[in-house]
Structures are given as structure tokens and as C-alpha cells.
């Protein structure tokens, strides 16, 4: 079964990665040229004939690559999750190693990086992923940066011959880059056996062991959930190298976010916002459906428009807004919100019935005359 | 090694066979200048044969060469001794056209054409180019 591609040019040979490869295998025959001494050395065993004692210039990679960089971002971008920030230094510094080992001719298989990120709603699984892709792409792990966010929807066809060309076009897109499957669970169903999603399930395992080099998969989803995909699932747990898990934030750290979130809108508390919002914060961590940063990020939308609202009432009123106006959120703004309802309900009875609609609509009506 | 008459069609085919190094590289630069990547195969060999069949669609999204290399690979897998071209189409407006097309897999023997001539009133003779290979039927050509 020979072809015109002959089979000596399909499977690769070792001397291809140094550029020493000629495209034509005739051509060193042809023109006489002499082997060079490079590929004398592929041919022994390096871990033997390199002296032990070569020097390698590990400071001028470490200056010259990002990591220091990328690291510093991480630790700048996200709070807390020093487990997951530690994993990926750790990554990082493996890659690092590994280049330099490569530098003196120590071949090494490139480390298998396909992730399962399980945490609760909100943990920031979405988030690093999608930050994933530019960090192993600056710590020059895979060649483009792009992260394909891929659902059971994207993956799992309608019917019998449509779900490997959906899968392959979804794996072929993220070629290069970082495949993300949020919610991965969902794309195999346990109970219904003749769900196409173990055809998805199939193809991911052959691409995550056969196609490292080309793709990178993370896989996301709440914990329990994730759990048991991997135990109905066996062959993908022990392909996936890295678990890493999100855990809940504190009220600390979520007031962190919340600053964070109002600074990137550009907006910003003043100082009794911020101890209404953690006031807030400590009522909404109890509180059913707490979803972490995604709650944080709704409390403030909601409080954004009822700035907004508070603002529009002050023009109304003959106020003359300044930039201030437009950037502080203030306490009122806050306090408004449905948590606060609770407590007052339980825990006061003294008239102020602590409805935020009414407070703000009296606070309003103090600074005009025109409130309806 | 391959035998017999060497069609050339499509851009590198006075060239030695690209390597699978070089095929990626061709696919990265239509990739990096935003063509898509399509892959057809064929077993007629006549050069006005323009219609080859297409394996799979035309890729559109690729970000990495790495997608198309996997493409012409499974089809060498399908089609080991059949042409295969990598045809990369640049879709803007005003273009449209492929704009680079080479060929990535051929027979191992391509035994070449036989020339038929037609004789014709006055003398005149009528020149056709038939390839050997298609004189069996679609399908048992190249069996070796």
C-alpha cells in the first residue's frame, strides 16, 4: 500500500523536529552532502553522552520568557484560588524545565495538560478557563491562543451519523488551542444508553491521548455532578492530568471580587457602600442559591441600576451631575436590595421598615420637588 | 517510490512531494491570510477534470493547521492511493476563488496517457488525451 507520499515521510522522523529534515529523502543521497553531527547524536542516548556537567543558561530563559508575567497577571486578576493559581505555576515552571532540558537535546514527551476544573456556581472555573488558552499559549505550550467554549448542544448530534462530524468539527476548531467543555457531564447520560453522547465521549478520549501536542481539553462542572461523569466514564479521570478544584470564597475575598468588578465598569463605592456590601454580602452568603462571584456580579447590576434610577430622579430634580455622581455607588444603592428585606422583617420592628424602594424614593424626593 | 508519468497540477507539483512538515506549513499560511481549508480526492487524473469529490466540508474556523493535517490524513487512511489535493479558498468579497491548491497524495503507479487520434473527413485528424487508468471503471482504478 505505498503511495507517492512515501510511508518514510508520514511517520516522522526523529530528525524532522531539528530542521534537519530535507522534505526529499533522496536529496542527501543525491548531492553526497555528509550527515551532520547533530543527527549522529539523535542516534545515541543523550541521557549518556551529554557530560553531566554542561551548563545551561537557565537565567536567560527565565528572563526571556513570560512566566513571571503570566504569574503576575493571574495573581492580579483573580482573588484568592491559591490552589489553582499554585497548579498553574506549577505547570509553568514544568514547561520552563522542560524547554531548557530540550535545549541540550534531552527529549522529553511534552507533559499531558488536559484539566477538569469542579467547583460551585461561581467559583471562577469559566473564568480561568478562558484565560487558559493565553497562558499556555505565552508559556509557548500550544501554538495559538484561542479557547473553543464547546456544550453538549455543540458536541452531541440528533441522530444516528451526526455526532462524529459534530464532534470532529468542534475538536478541529480548538486545534491549537484550548477545547473548553463546560458542564461536561451532560454530554453522557448514564440512563439512556442509546444517547449518542458516548460516540462524543469516544472521540474526546482517542484526541485527548492520541492529539496532546494539538489540543488541550477542560472540562468544567460542579463537583457531585463531575463525580460521577468520571466514575460512569472510567477511560477520562486518568487521561485528564490535572484536577483542580475551585473552593467557595470567603466574605473577604468576594468584597475583593465585588471591588474588582465595580473597578473594570469603572464605578466605585464610597465608604459607606462598601460596609453596606459587606453587610450584604454576609446576609447573601447564607442565603439559598448562593452562587459566589456570579451573585456578587448581580448584586451589583442591580445596584448600577438603581443608581441609575437615583441619578435620573436627582436630574430630575434640578441636580447638575457631576463625573462623581456617575462613578459612586453609595449606600442606598445597596441597601435597597430584597437581603436587607429579611432581616428587618426578623429583626426590627421600629417603624423604619427598612423597604429600599421607599428609602429611595424619600431620599430622592429630598433632593427635588418634581418626584411623582 | 512512485512510477510512471508524474501528473502535475495545482502549484509545487514540478516539486519533489511536500513533506508533512511542508504541507502544514502551506495550510498555516492560508490559515494566517484567513482561506479556508478543503481537501478533495480523485481517481481521474485527466487534467480537465476540475469536478474532485470533496472529503468532508470546507474548513472554515481553522485557527491551527493542526485541523487540516488531521483531515488529509484521514482521507490518505480512505483513499491511500488515489490523488488528494489541498485546496485553500480565500473567501473575500471580491475574490472568492481558491488561491492555492496542490496536491498532497498520489497513486503509487500513474501509468500516464495514451493518445487517440480520430480520423476525420479531409484528412483531418482529432487528438484525445485518454488516461490509462480510467479505462477501468470508476473505483478499480490504481489497485495496486
Known amino acids: ?372 | 517510490m512512485p512510477t510512471g508519468l508524474k501528473i502535475t497540477q495545482g502549484t509545487f507539483s514540478y516539486l519533489p512531494d511536500l513533506s508533512e512538515d511542508e504541507i502544514r506549513a502551506q495550510i498555516q499560511y492560508g490559515i494566517d491570510n484567513g482561506w479556508a481549508v478543503a481537501i478533495e480526492y480523485t481517481d481521474d487524473p485527466h487534467p480537465r477534470n476540475s469536478y474532485w469529490d470533496m472529503w468532508g466540508m470546507p474548513m472554515f474556523d481553522l485557527e491551527d493547521a493542526a485541523g487540516g493535517m488531521h483531515e488529509v490524513t484521514r482521507c490518505r487512511e480512505a483513499f491511500p492511493n488515489q490523488y488528494i489535493k489541498v485546496s485553500l479558498y480565500n473567501p473575500k468579497l471580491t475574490k472568492q476563488t481558491i488561491a492555492l491548491q496542490f496536491i498532497v497524495n498520489r497513486p503509487n503507479h500513474e501509468p500516464g496517457f495514451r493518445l487517440v487520434r480520430q480520423e476525420g473527413a479531409d484528412r483531418t485528424i482529432r487528438y484525445t488525451m485518454e488516461p490509462y487508468a480510467a479505462s477501468q471503471p470508476h473505483g478499480d482504478r490504481y489497485a495496486d
Not at chain 1, 549518556?48 to 556537567?53: A, K, T
Not at chain 1, 451573585?295 to 445596584?303: G, K, Q, Y
Open chain 1, 1 to 372: 500500500m505505498a503511495q507517492g507520499i512515501t510511508p518514510e515521510k508520514l511517520i516522522s522522523p526523529p530528525s524532522q523536529g531539528t530542521g534537519m529534515y530535507k522534505g526529499d529523502s533522496n536529496f542527501d543521497d543525491r548531492f553526497g552532502a555528509a550527515k551532520s553531527p547533530e543527527e549522529f547524536q539523535e542516534l545515541k542516548d543523550p541521557l549518556r553522552e551529554i557530560p553531566d556537567d554542561l551548563e545551561v543558561d537557565a537565567q536567560k530563559l527565565f528572563t526571556e520568557s513570560k512566566v513571571k508575567d503570566v504569574l503576575h497577571r493571574l495573581d492580579s486578576d483573580l482573588v484568592a484560588l491559591e490552589n489553582v493559581k499554585e497548579r498553574i505555576s506549577e505547570i509553568a515552571h514544568l514547561l520552563l524545565i522542560d524547554r531548557l532540558r530540550r535545549s541540550i537535546g534531552l527529549e522529553a514527551e511534552p507533559p499531558t495538560l488536559h484539566m477538569s476544573f469542579t467547583g460551585n456556581p461561581g467559583t471562577g472555573k469559566t473564568t480561568v478557563a478562558s484565560k487558559m488558552g493565553q497562558i499556555l499559549w505565552k508559556l509557548g505550550y500550544i501554538r495559538k491562543g484561542h479557547v473553543v467554549t464547546a456544550s453538549r448542544d455543540d458536541l452531541v448530534g440528533q441522530y444516528v451519523g451526526h455526532t462524529a462530524p459534530k464532534t470532529r468539527e468542534v475538536i478541529k476548531r480548538a486545534m491549537g488551542g484550548v477545547l473548553f467543555i463546560d458542564e461536561a457531564y451532560n454530554i453522557y447520560r448514564l440512563d439512556n444508553e442509546r444517547d449518542y453522547g458516548q460516540e462524543t465521549v469516544e472521540m474526546l478520549l482517542e484526541v485527548m491521548e492520541n492529539d496532546r501536542q494539538d489540543l488541550v481539553v477542560v472540562m468544567a462542572g460542579y463537583r457531585d455532578k463531575m463525580d460521577r461523569f468520571f466514575s460512569d466514564v472510567p477511560g477520562i479521570s486518568s487521561r485528564i492530568a490535572h484536577h483542580v478544584d475551585f473552593p467557595d470564597y470567603n466574605a473577604e475575598e468576594l468584597l475583593d471580587i465585588g471591588r474588582m468588578m465595580l473597578d473594570a465598569q469603572r464605578y466605585r463605592f464610597d465608604a459607606d457602600a462598601e460596609k453596606a456590601f459587606k453587610d450584604y454580602i454576609n446576609l447573601r452568603l447564607n442565603r439559598p442559591h448562593f452562587a459566589n462571584g456570579r451573585s456578587v456580579r448581580n448584586a451589583l447590576d442591580r445596584a448600577r441600576m438603581r443608581q441609575a434610577i437615583r441619578l435620573f430622579d436627582a436630574a430630575e430634580g434640578g441636580r447638575t451631575l457631576t463625573k462623581k455622581d456617575l462613578v459612586t455607588i453609595q449606600a442606598e444603592d445597596i441597601l435597597a436590595s430584597r437581603v436587607f428585606d429579611d432581616l428587618h422583617q426578623t429583626s426590627t420592628s421600629d417603624g423604619n421598615s427598612g423597604n429600599g424602594q421607599a428609602k429611595t424614593g424619600a431620599k430622592a424626593k429630598s433632593g427635588s420637588k418634581s418626584k411623582k
